[in-house]
C-alpha cells in the first residue's frame, strides 16, 4: 500500500534512512539522523504542500518517495527534487516504481514543471529507476563528495512536464 506519510511514521523512515547513510555513499549525510529530525524533515515538505509517501508491506513501511524544492529561490519554484529509499530488504520488488508512480503525477497536477534527482556515483539501480520515469542525465561533477575517505561523483537527471 502506498500513502501519505505522516509524523507516526518518522522511526521506520528515519531506520531505512540511517541504514544508508551508516552504509553507503548514496547520501552524504554522515550521522544518522533521529526520529525527531525526521519527522521535522516530514513536516517541512508537508508544510511545502509537497508529497512524501511511504510503501507499507504487512503494516510496516518499506520505502519512501519524498519531493522537496529544488532550491530555495523564488524563481525555482516550479523546480522539484526527488528521493526515494527503500529497506534493505525491500529493494528489486517494484517499490521503488510504485512510489514513483504515485509521485509523479501529484507533482504534474501540482503544476511542477521540473522534477531532479540527484545520484552519487555508481548507482545503477537509482540511474534505471530515474531513467524508468523520464529523467535524462544533464550533469555529472565528478569528486565533488566525500564520505568515507573516498571522492564521490554525482549525477544530475533531470524531467520536464509539458506545459
Request: glycine letters at 10%; aromatic letters at 12%; proline letters at 4%.
Given at each position: 500500500m502506498i500513502r501519505p506519510a505522516t509524523p507516526a511514521d518518522a522511526a521506520a523512515i528515519a531506520a531505512i534512512y540511517n541504514h544508508f547513510v551508516t552504509n553507503t555513499t548514496v547520501t552524504f549525510e554522515e550521522e544518522p539522523v533521529s526520529s525527531a529530525e525526521m519527522t521535522k524533515r516530514i513536516e517541512n515538505v508537508s508544510a511545502l504542500s509537497l508529497p512524501w509517501l511511504v510503501a507499507e508491506t504487512e503494516g510496516a513501511v518499506a520505502g519512501y518517495a519524498y519531493?522537496?524544492?529544488?532550491?530555495?529561490?523564488?524563481?525555482?519554484?516550479?523546480?522539484?527534487?526527488?528521493?526515494?529509499?527503500?529497506?534493505?530488504?525491500?529493494?528489486g520488488r517494484g517499490l521503488g516504481s510504485r512510489l514513483y508512480q504515485q509521485l509523479f503525477p501529484v507533482l504534474e497536477q501540482q503544476g511542477t514543471r521540473v522534477v531532479m534527482?540527484?545520484?552519487?556515483?555508481?548507482?545503477?539501480?537509482?540511474?534505471?529507476?530515474?531513467?524508468?520515469?523520464?529523467?535524462?542525465?544533464?550533469g555529472h561533477f565528478k569528486g565533488i563528495g566525500m564520505k568515507f575517505g573516498e571522492w564521490i561523483d554525482v549525477g544530475y537527471w533531470q524531467r520536464t512536464f509539458p506545459g
Open positions: 519531493a522537496t524544492r529544488w532550491h530555495h529561490r523564488h524563481g525555482y519554484r516550479f523546480s522539484v527534487e526527488v528521493t526515494v529509499y527503500l529497506g534493505p530488504a525491500f529493494g534527482g540527484v545520484i552519487a556515483l555508481p548507482n545503477e539501480a537509482s540511474i534505471a529507476l530515474h531513467e524508468k520515469f523520464g529523467l535524462e542525465k544533464v
